[in-house]
C-alpha cells in the first residue's frame, strides 16, 4: 500500500512540475497589456491633409489606438470643439485599430480635434488644432 502511495505521489508531483512553465507564460501574458488605456494607447491623432483646410471639404480626421485587451469594452470618440461627433465600439478587436472618419464644418476658423479611448472608468485622449478657410 505505501508504494502505491508513493507512486501517486510521485505522478502528481511530477505533473505539478511540468505545468508550471505553462502557468508562469498564462500569467505573464495576462500581464503585458494594461486593462486599463494608458498615455501610450492613444498612438495618433492627426487631421489628413494638414492643419489648412478649406471650409468646402470634408476633413479626414484619423485616430490610431494600440495595445486594448480584446476582452474589454472600449469606445473610439471623434470631438470637434469639445463636441462628440462620432463613436466607434471597438470592443473585442485587439491590437492596432485606426480609422478616419468624415467632419464637414460649417463656417471658417480654428477648430480642435480630440480623439479618445474610452472605458468604463478612464477617458485618454489626444488633439490637434486644424483651420477651415
Known sequence: MF????ANKFNSSHIMVKMLPLLFLVLLGCNIIPPEPSDYTVEEVSVIGGPDQNLQDSVGLLLVVRGLPP???????????GQVVFTEEVSGKAGR?????KFKGSQPGEYIFKGCILSKTMKVCD?????LR
Open 97 to 101: 485599430i485606426s480609422s478616419i472618419q
Open 3 to 6: 508504494i502505491i502511495l508513493r
Open 127 to 131: 488633439d490637434v488644432t486644424f483651420f
Open 71 to 81: 476582452t474589454n469594452k472600449w469606445d473610439m470618440i471623434w470631438e470637434v470643439n
